[in-house]
């Protein structure tokens, strides 16, 4: 599976992948994805967010346990964001099948649509529709770099977009959702752990910073008649770092937008976005706070408007403490040994997040040695993307198979 799936969108230049929402490389994955549940003998389900469902047993029976992750990527991202929770889904129910378990729910596998937000600017638009956490008037208003539309790309697609919205009925069937994940960071390397499992998802959000200056010739105007918002933008970026450091957080501006976009033309916009995360409401909203104050007056020593706009954010997310509990258990029994499991908060967003204020949910992390996400150097050893697998179907066994 792993070796069907690598070379779907991969850049041969970066050796990343652009598996961006509603384009030929998201519909060649969502194919792999169709094959495997049709070769498995899976009922192969669209819903009306685009995301794609396999099920095994009744879906209408309800109480399901629900296992994936998402197959888009970051621009130029790694091979296993995403994907090591698709392919360890299916790879976890031939394993259930080879031990001849006896299933007593039903049981589904997910590849939830637009996961990363690298196309439309805003991630878990798959599973935000379907929780009714993005409504379909927001929905339509997403666009991309190109200015094209979410429901036109969709279209573009062959996919209905007057379908969208949020779908109770099918969460209603959902008894547990568990997601399986490399790790993004290096917790597990430095514990010498395989296979862990998630606390809670940090807060977290994305805010636009619109510096609004005035264009001008770069060589024939004088610095100090200049109104030039890259220098604001600039300080803003070192002051981020500073408060993210106070903090004990992580903030970083990784997306610029710069107009006339010439390299001798003053700007006269640069648009810049700011993503940052911490452990808690409080340390995040300091970090913020504190960015947007040293950027105003940034910019008004320069002359120059600001415009902040909070463009996406998602509280803290803890974890369903029964369900994380049961799969610590499950885990710690499974090994013989009563092997206590580290659990690990993470900065990271998943659709399990976006989830988990509507049904329980819990998720895996498997070992990244690098410590590297969003990037082709992005790492999981074989033998440890095995463990998770098992780590998998013993979750699902315990929690199925009962």
Known sequence: MWSDLRPIGRHPDSHGYRRYAWTGADAECRAWFKEQAEARGL??????????????????????????????????????????????????????????????????????????????????????????????????????????????????????PDALGADPERLSRIGAFVELHVEQGRALDLSGDRVGLASAIWPHGRWRFDFRGEANHAGTTRLVDRRDPMLSYAETVLAARREAELAGAVATFGKISVEPNGV??????????????????????????????????????????????????????????????????????????????????????????????HIPTAMLFVRNPTGVSHSPAEFAAEDDCVAGVLALADVLEGLACR
């Open 43 to 160: 009922t192969y389900e669209l819903d009306r967010n685009g995301n794609q469902w396999a099920w095994l047993g009744d879906p209408s029976a309800g109480d399901a346990v629900v296992t994936g992750s998402h197959l888009d990527s970051v621009p130029d991202g790694g091979a296993f964001d995403g994907p090591l929770g698709v392919v360890s889904s299916f790879a976890a129910l031939d394993e259930l099948r080879a031990r001849r378990v006896t299933f007593t729910r039903p049981l589904a596998l997910v590849n939830f649509g637009d996961e990363e937000g690298a196309r439309f600017g805003l991630a878990c638009v798959g599973s935000r529709l379907t929780s009714g956490q993005l409504t379909v008037e927001q929905a339509h208003k997403l666009t991309d770099g190109d200015g094209v539309t979410l429901p036109k790309a969709m279209e573009a697609a062959g996919y209905d």
């Open 264 to 357: 001798n033309a003053i700007p006269s916009l640069v648009r810049g976005w700011l993503d940052s995360r911490a452990a808690d409401q409080e340390s995040l909203d300091a970090v913020v706070g504190g960015v947007e104050k040293a950027a105003r007056e940034y910019a008004a020593a320069h002359g120059i408007d600001l415009d902040v706009v909070r463009e996406s954010f998602t509280p803290v997310v803890e974890f369903d403490h029964a369900l994380r509990d049961e799969l610590a258990r499950i885990l710690g029994s499974s090994s013989g040994t009563d092997l206590k499991v580290p659990v690990l908060g993470t900065g990271a967003g998943h659709d399990a997040g976006i989830l988990s204020g």
